[in-house]
């Protein structure tokens, strides 16, 4: 005897929260490393042509 309809065999709703939220939130702190890399590279590159109008 087989019982069908109330046991699933996917993941819990739990577990899919889960893996939304830890992506969701790797993708924030990547997108926040690339945004912090461009900055330093074009402050650096703006102070070099401050530097030279002096």
């Known amino acids: 005897n087989?019982?069908?309809g109330s046991q699933s065999t996917g993941m819990s709703k739990g577990v899919l929260v889960a893996i939304i939220l830890a992506a969701t939130?790797?993708?924030v702190a990547v997108s926040c490393?690339?945004?912090v890399l461009f900055l330093?590279?074009?402050v650096k590159e703006?102070?070099?042509i401050s530097r030279k109008r002096l």
Do not use: D, F, G
């Open 2 to 4: 087989t019982i069908i």
């Open 46 to 48: 703006y102070s070099k």
């Open 33 to 35: 490393l690339i945004v």
């Open 25 to 27: 939130a790797a993708l």
């Open 40 to 42: 330093r590279r074009h």
